[in-house]
């Protein structure tokens, strides 16, 4: 089976920084992407790493090592703007359909 | 708003009758994917387009599923005889191939609620 694993809920305070970890089990992989989703809100895009490293932009940085599944995305100087669900997603195939952790649900506290 | 419509925002329906959603993605994207989302879970993947073709379909996807991109441009999906466990969202989003990355673009979502 395909799956991936992310912790349920994480809370921070503001200006710190959080690291949301995921692992993944896929028969197929391309890359990993992160996507962030506000109440009722559609998921939007926030990186995606193909090849092992860091990528940053701005506040977020997305890491990825293939040999050990995994990946992480860290936020830092938190703002409560940032208080959202993360999702991390694989690609497996060339369709790029991607195949969605059960999410991350961040709070951010004053 | 990420340029990807979907029409309609809303749906409430009875269970067995049939709904049929759209999407329009950004113009020149040749990729289109349906997913849907329920509470508390990540976007699960239906199917998948390039341009006109369907190329790929869920095994989760039941025959009652159907969908289309007649001109490789706007897409819709049909539910026929709806049941309750079809009531979820769904997330129409497209991207373009043969580009760096995979970032996909996505539809404020129809949130369908089958009675």
Redesign the interface.
């Given at each position: 089976g395909q799956s991936?694993e992310q912790p349920s809920e994480v809370t921070a305070v503001e200006g710190a920084i959080v690291q949301i970890n995921c692992t993944y089990q896929t028969s197929g992989f391309?890359?990993l992407?992160w996507y962030q989703q506000h109440d009722g809100?559609?998921?939007?895009?926030l990186s995606?790493n193909?090849l092992d490293g860091l990528e940053e932009t701005g506040r977020f940085s997305s890491f990825l090592s293939r040999s050990d599944s995994y990946g992480y995305l860290l936020l830092q100087e938190l703002q409560m703007k940032d208080s959202a669900s993360y999702?991390c997603?694989v690609?497996g195939s060339n369709?790029?359909?991607?195949?969605?952790?059960?999410?991350t649900t961040l709070q951010v506290k004053p | 708003d990420t340029g990807v419509s979907q029409d309609p925002r809303h749906k409430i329906t009875k269970r067995g009758q049939n709904v049929t959603f759209r999407c329009d993605p950004i113009s020149e994207h040749n990729r289109l994917y349906w997913y849907r989302q329920t509470l508390g879970q990540g976007p699960e993947f239906l199917t998948y387009f390039q341009n006109e073709a369907q190329l790929e379909k869920s095994r989760l996807l039941s025959d009652r599923f159907s969908a289309e991109r007649p001109k490789g441009s706007f897409s819709t999906l049909e539910i026929q005889r709806t049941e309750q466990g079809d009531s979820a969202m769904y997330l129409c989003a497209s991207s373009r191939s043969n580009v760096q990355g995979n970032e996909q673009f996505f539809g404020p979502g129809t949130r369908l609620t089958v009675l």
């Open positions: 991936l391309y890359g992407s809100g559609a998921p939007t895009f995606y193909a999702f997603a690609d369709t790029g359909k991607l195949i969605f952790g059960q999410g | -």
